[in-house]
């Protein structure tokens, strides 16, 4: 008699050609701490931190462009310099024996002429601004080819770092979703109008990036209904179901989603009632589907063991708690993450120097030998 025991967040699972041992995923958080936009010892140290036997990281957005940057600090992945500042966090996260996979994140509109080359407007699909900031310019043809060109020579310099995998960033209204989606993109040439030439510069860096690594080594973030940054589609979910049915064929190691309600920081459904539900069955194996925002210890559980999602990222959470798998194993209470005053920017505090469970443990032990009654105080979230 066989029985049929649901997978869950401990349970192991190939995804491409990693062997995870658990399913718990840290998602790509910017944190703004590169200065001279290269990945530096004090990066390593917080990737390091936040790695286990057999977990996989996704990396902060990592510049793949000229053009790509729209925020101070951020590490690119460009250049041999970049990739060798990248390669001390791939190997302290190897170290531990986890996994590690580079985000590629342009930003398009949401950048700022500050940080572009000659300081030149920064670039999109069309020259339409995000309400509140520079109106962009619309790459023209041959820049679009160039761009593509960017990100085939960071798949090669992010291989060259150790980087497990990559993730192309085509979510959250920057560059690929703003060619993506109607609000964002008005070409009148073969990348607007119809579905297939909004995604077509989605697939083109797609495949740039298989000309570097396999497919197995591939993978793509992608956030239907976010409705972030006046990005938005007049219908999404034709949209979303034509991108997705052509990506699953490429076998990619996995789709990364996010959760239209972005992550808990807006009311909404619970994520059973999830919209991204609609395109789960479009993401079959071996591609695995990732889900992040949100998500709980209990409700990403929930999530495997239900077969909503194959693995699940955590972003917040992570922040603060750097040994959060073992939290989650240990179904310890988290170190609140509500804060975001040390989100972006600054050096090693609100970074690299949060404490796991052990150490506030052993800190609360030796506080209470000095000063009985007193103690971290932790809230559960
Ligand atoms: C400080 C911060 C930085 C982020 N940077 C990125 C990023 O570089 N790339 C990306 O795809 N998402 C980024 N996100 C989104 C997270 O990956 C994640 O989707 C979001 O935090 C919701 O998940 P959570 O509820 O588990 O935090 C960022 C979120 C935060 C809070």
Redesign the pocket.
């Known amino acids: 008699m066989t029985i049929d025991v649901a997978p869950h967040l401990f349970s192991p699972i190939k995804v491409g050609d990693l062997e995870l041992k658990h399913r718990i995923v840290m998602?790509?958080?910017?944190?703004s701490r590169s200065p001279k936009e290269v990945a530096n010892t004090l990066n390593a140290e917080y990737y390091g931190q936040r790695a286990t036997d057999g977990g996989l990281l996704i990396s902060?957005?990592t510049s793949p462009s000229l053009t790509a940057a729209g925020y101070p600090n951020v590490p690119g992945i460009l250049t041999e310099e970049q990739s060798k500042g990248w390669k001390l966090s791939t190997a302290a996260v190897h170290a531990k024996g986890g996994y590690i996979y580079a985000?590629l994140?342009h930003t398009g509109r949401a950048g700022k002429s500050e940080f572009q080359p000659d300081k030149k407007a920064p670039v999109s699909a069309s020259a339409i601004p995000i309400d509140g900031k520079e109106t962009p310019r619309a790459l023209d043809l041959d820049e679009i080819k160039y761009v593509v060109n960017e990100f085939q020579t960071s798949a090669k310099w992010a291989r060259e770092a150790g980087f497990d995998g990559i993730e192309i960033?085509a979510?959250?209204g920057y560059l690929i979703d703003q060619f993506l989606q109607t609000s964002s993109n008005k070409r009148d040439d073969h990348y607007g109008g119809s579905i297939e030439n909004r995604a077509r510069f989605l697939f083109e860096v797609v495949d740039a990036v298989l000309k570097e690594l396999p497919a197995s080594k591939v993978a793509i973030?992608l956030s239907p209904w976010l409705g972030i940054q006046n990005v938005s589609d007049e219908d999404p979910e034709t949209l979303f179901k034509y991108v997705l049915v052509k990506l699953n064929a490429y076998k990619l190691a996995y789709i990364h989603l996010?959760e239209p309600v972005?992550?808990?920081w807006q009311q909404g459904p619970p994520h059973s009632q999830s919209k991204l539900q609609i395109l789960r069955p479009l993401i079959t194996s071996p591609t695995k589907l990732l889900l992040?925002?949100?998500?709980t210890l209990e409700t990403g559980e929930e999530a495997v063991a239900a077969g909503r999602a194959d693995i699940i990222?955590?972003?917040?959470?992570f922040?603060t708690n750097p040994d959060l798998v073992e939290r989650f194993r240990l179904g310890k209470p988290l170190t609140d993450y509500s804060d975001p005053s040390k989100?972006?920017g600054g050096g090693r505090e609100g970074y690299a120097d949060y404490l796991t469970w052990e150490e506030e443990e052993q800190r609360k032990e030796k506080k209470e030998k000095l000063i009985p009654g007193s103690g971290a105080t932790h809230s559960k979230y």
């Open positions: 998602g790509p958080l910017t944190r902060e957005g985000q994140w960033h979510a959250h973030r996010t972005w992550g808990g992040t925002g949100g998500y990222g955590y972003g917040r959470p922040i989100y972006y």
